[in-house]
């Protein structure tokens, strides 16, 4: 648990790049996706499966380069297009290609690159901008609660075939974290959408865990504990950021289509 704290507390000083938003945030959504996405392709090579990493990294610049300088939605449609019309060409070489590698590299590229890639569109919302720390309240302050939680009153096991150490105490306790951290957050920054906020608490609880338990599935079946060692004590990029693949879009979605934002 030490370690994992004092991991935690290092990791602090990134919230300013949540703080900065803009560019910084951008460059760092971009970093993040294209190394998550390299620490999910080395799980499939160890299991034999090799996508393309080279696909994946293209992939991304092209949707950033879109949301910078694209005006048009289509540009978006182009590059779904594109993503998946180039990784089933990776298959041509097919003495060495398996059909696995192609679709571990189209699912790479939309779970990791596409799903991080929500972040900055949150931070894009206009007047909702600032919501972009609920997807950070609902992701980490979810997993805080549902240890802690888990850690003190846990019993009866969520899903021990998935993740052994999760309880249905720790996963409550998560959501009830998640509701309180995200209605204090709405009470002092965004009193006109208080509602908003703890329903969006509620959904992030949910979701994030769900996040979590996608990503303990893919370790279990491609074999590995975690997926990186770069924060001691949390493992890879993925490991910490699990959550906030599923969070992100959950919160950006909401805003476009309960709210009512218009991109």
Same mark, same amino acid.
């Given at each position: /648990?030490?370690?994992?704290?004092?991991?935690?507390?290092?990791?602090?000083?990134?919230?300013?790049?949540?703080? @900065? !938003?803009?560019?910084?945030? =951008?460059?760092?959504?971009?970093?993040?996706g294209i190394? !998550? *996405?390299?620490?999910?392709?080395?799980?499939?090579?160890?299991m034999g499966?090799?996508p393309?990493?080279?696909?994946?990294?293209?992939?991304?610049?092209?949707?950033?380069?879109?949301?910078?300088?694209?005006e048009?939605?289509?540009?978006? /449609?182009?590059?779904? @297009?594109?993503?998946?019309?180039?990784? /089933?060409?990776?298959? @041509?070489?097919i003495?060495?290609?398996?059909?696995?590698d192609?679709?571990?590299?189209? =699912?790479?590229?939309?779970? *990791?690159?596409?799903?991080?890639?929500?972040?900055t569109l949150v931070?894009?919302?206009?007047?909702? !901008?600032? /919501?972009?720390?609920?997807?950070?309240? =609902?992701?980490?302050?979810?997993?805080?609660?549902?240890?802690?939680?888990?850690?003190?009153? !846990?019993?009866?096991?969520?899903?021990? #075939?998935?993740?052994p150490?999760? =309880?249905?105490?720790?996963?409550?306790?998560?959501?009830?974290?998640?509701?309180?951290?995200?209605?204090?957050?709405?009470?002092?920054?965004?009193?006109? $959408?208080?509602? #908003?906020? $703890?329903?969006i608490g509620?959904?992030?609880?949910?979701?994030?865990?769900?996040?979590?338990?996608?990503?303990?599935?893919?370790?279990?079946k491609?074999?590995?504990?975690?997926?990186?060692?770069?924060?001691?004590? #949390? %493992? %890879?990029i993925?490991?910490?950021?699990?959550?906030?693949l599923?969070?992100?879009?959950?919160?950006?979605?909401?805003?476009?289509?309960v709210?009512?934002?218009?991109?």
């Amino acid at each position: /648990m030490k370690t994992r704290v004092i991991s935690g507390l290092v990791m602090i000083p990134l919230l300013a790049i949540l703080y @900065f !938003g803009g560019y910084v945030l =951008t460059a760092a959504c971009f970093l993040i996706g294209i190394m !998550g *996405v390299r620490e999910f392709y080395n799980g499939f090579h160890a299991m034999g499966v090799k996508p393309n990493y080279g696909i994946a990294v293209a992939a991304a610049a092209a949707l950033y380069i879109i949301n910078i300088f694209g005006e048009k939605s289509e540009w978006y /449609m182009l590059w779904f @297009f594109g993503v998946v019309l180039v990784s /089933m060409l990776y298959l @041509f070489n097919i003495e060495h290609r398996k059909l696995e590698d192609a679709m571990a590299t189209i =699912t790479g590229i939309f779970y *990791v690159v596409f799903f991080s890639f929500h972040v900055t569109l949150v931070d894009q919302a206009g007047p909702y !901008g600032l /919501m972009l720390w609920l997807i950070v309240i =609902t992701a980490f302050g979810t997993d805080i609660m549902a240890y802690f939680s888990g850690y003190l009153l !846990g019993k009866h096991k969520l899903c021990p #075939h998935i993740s052994p150490k999760k =309880t249905i105490e720790g996963s409550v306790g998560g959501v009830l974290g998640s509701v309180i951290l995200s209605g204090l957050f709405g009470w002092f920054f965004l009193p006109d $959408l208080l509602i #908003h906020c $703890l329903v969006i608490g509620v959904l992030g609880g949910i979701v994030s865990q769900f996040g979590d338990l996608t990503a303990s599935i893919f370790k279990r079946k491609m074999g590995i504990k975690d997926y990186g060692h770069l924060i001691p004590g #949390h %493992g %890879g990029i993925l490991d910490r950021f699990d959550s906030v693949l599923f969070t992100g879009p959950m919160v950006y979605y909401y805003i476009v289509l309960v709210i009512g934002y218009m991109p």
